[in-house]
């Protein structure tokens, strides 16, 4: 049954309850970190193979010995770089997720905040 007349003390209480506060949201500026970092581990992941690179042709007169060395420091950094990006695009999906279910709450809640309250009980004792 739905209520026509305004809404009450209790349901103003509850709207109030799960209205979003506008500096709630910090995920712009921790996806700009994530950027960011992401940027500087890859520009240092370059500039450490080259000098691996230009120490290895230096050393080294065989063309194996410096396709092993330079083999060897870059698998060691393509795994640094991608266990990093890994755990970036898991935390992406863990927040969207997050942000999923808040909003769901928040819609269940106003939903049975327009409810009869016995309606609303029934429906609490069931989930």
Do not use: C
């Amino acid at each position: 049954m739905n209520q026509i007349t305004s809404p009450g003390v209790a349901q103003k209480a509850t709207l109030a309850k799960v209205t979003p506060k506008a500096d709630e949201s910090s995920t712009p500026s921790a996806d700009l970190e994530r950027i960011k970092y992401g940027a500087w581990l890859i520009g240092a992941a370059f500039v450490l193979l080259a000098v691996v690179l230009a120490i290895a042709v230096w050393r080294f007169t065989a063309a194996s010995d410096v396709a092993a060395v330079v083999g060897s420091v870059a698998t060691v950094i393509g795994t640094i770089v991608g266990a990093f990006f890994g755990v970036q695009v898991g935390s992406s999906g863990k927040e969207a997720a997050e942000a999923g279910r808040a909003h769901a709450e928040r819609a269940t809640r106003l939903a049975l905040g327009k409810l009869d309250p016995h309606a609303a009980d029934d429906i609490l004792k069931v989930m």
